[in-house]
């Protein structure tokens, strides 16, 4: 018997990352499944051989561990050809079997047939939290949170995911508005990759008024913005032209240099990095910054235009890990293909 699947929301485009990725998840657990994830879809189902396995890897996935996947729930019940006038009873019906949630989460799929969804599973997400409550499958204190994913407007899946380990963000997707001034849009990718990949700990430590950071690859200004409005004084190192209400502020000093061979005097609390550049390029820099600690923290962008997109990710990471466990440091590290990266993917390291 085919077993329950997880799903996995990503970009459309990336599912076979995300499959590649899920699959070397399972495989390092010595758990057997193996993915269906159709093309621009938005979305993985993985399938475990078997119920034991299901629940072993239900018990260790924690969607900060996968790269390419924004959100993630064990779908245990797929309903289809629900009624329109009464959707809500049939999802009363499965729910009932399975786990109680701290909240439900009504979701559709970031693909262009899933965005078509987005208005109803807003309209319908107030009656069915109500139904569901009434049932008394909405708990405060549950471990779980519910997700119905639909997938048209009358199918839907049902499922619930750890309320540690996955998205209390529908679809996962941190929606951010570009700020008026920004010099370029791409300020918002820093802004996501702070608020999703450093903890409020770390994001108070580094965000201090009067620390420092290095931008590589800064022009025009979009993620040195980011850092000028958290009160950072930045190196910015680019030979195109930064911003000039950027440098305005004072808090900004351009070199017009080559980023690869561009080092601190001091050392700063923050380096960041967007250079369209090789992605084991970029990875050997950030290597080497965090290695002769010119800086403790860094995100940075790995630009991945080739098709093994999975496997660069997971070399590259693995050169840092081993140049930095060579060094005798010890590191902590999270990476996010995050809803405003396209064909890139963002990295959080850290050393002690
Ligand atoms: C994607 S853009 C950066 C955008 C910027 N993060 C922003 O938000 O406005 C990449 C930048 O990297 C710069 N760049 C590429 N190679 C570089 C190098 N070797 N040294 C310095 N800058 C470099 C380019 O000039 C370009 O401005």
């Known amino acids: 018997m085919q077993q329950a699947p997880f799903v996995f929301f990503c970009r459309p485009g990336f599912e076979s990352d995300c499959a590649a990725e899920v699959q070397a998840i399972a495989n390092a657990y010595e758990l057997a499944g193996y993915a269906n994830a159709p093309?621009?879809?938005?979305?993985v189902r993985f399938f475990l051989f078997d119920e034991e396995s299901a629940e072993q890897f239900f018990e260790m996935l924690d969607l900060n561990d996968i790269v390419f996947a924004r959100q993630w729930f064990w779908a245990k019940a797929e309903l289809q050809d629900l009624p329109l006038e009464d959707r809500i009873?049939?999802?009363i019906e499965m729910s009932s079997g399975g786990a109680t949630g701290n909240s439900v989460l009504v979701e559709h799929l970031d693909s262009d047939e899933g965005r078509e969804l987005s208005k109803f599973c807003k309209k319908f997400?107030?009656?069915l939290t109500i139904a569901l409550e009434k049932q008394g499958l909405i708990h405060e204190d549950s471990e779980f949170r519910l997700h119905i994913l639909f997938l048209a407007n009358d199918h839907c899946l049902v499922g619930y995911s750890p309320v540690e380990r996955s998205s209390e963000l529908k679809g996962g997707i941190l929606r951010l508005k570009s700020p008026r001034h920004a010099p370029s849009r791409s300020t918002l990718k820093l802004d996501e990759a702070i608020q999703v990949l450093m903890s409020k700990k770390q994001q108070k430590q580094v965000f201090r008024l009067g620390n420092t950071a290095a931008d590589l690859g800064a022009a025009p200004g979009g993620w040195t913005f980011q850092l000028v409005e958290r009160g950072l004084q930045v190196s910015a190192v680019d030979n195109g032209p930064m911003d000039k209400k950027l440098m305005a502020t004072e808090q900004v000093e351009h070199f017009k240099a080559n980023a690869f061979n561009w080092f601190p005097e001091k050392p700063v609390d923050l380096v960041v990095c967007d250079m369209v550049e090789k992605p084991s390029l970029v990875a050997n820099?950030?290597?080497s910054w965090l290695e002769e600690q010119h800086a403790q923290q860094a995100?940075?962008?790995l630009k991945l235009p080739m098709k093994k997109r999975f496997q660069e990710v997971a070399d590259c990471i693995g050169l840092i890990c081993d140049r930095l466990e060579e060094a005798?440091?010890?590191?902590?590290?999270?990476a996010k293909h995050l809803y405003h990266d396209r064909e890139e993917i963002t990295v959080y390291f850290r050393v002690k």
């Open 125 to 127: 997400s107030t009656p």
């Open 299 to 301: 995100i940075f962008n």
């Open 39 to 43: 093309t621009d879809s938005g979305y």
């Open 285 to 287: 820099l950030m290597a």
């Open 89 to 91: 009873s049939p999802i």
């Open 328 to 334: 005798e440091l010890s590191y902590h590290w999270q």
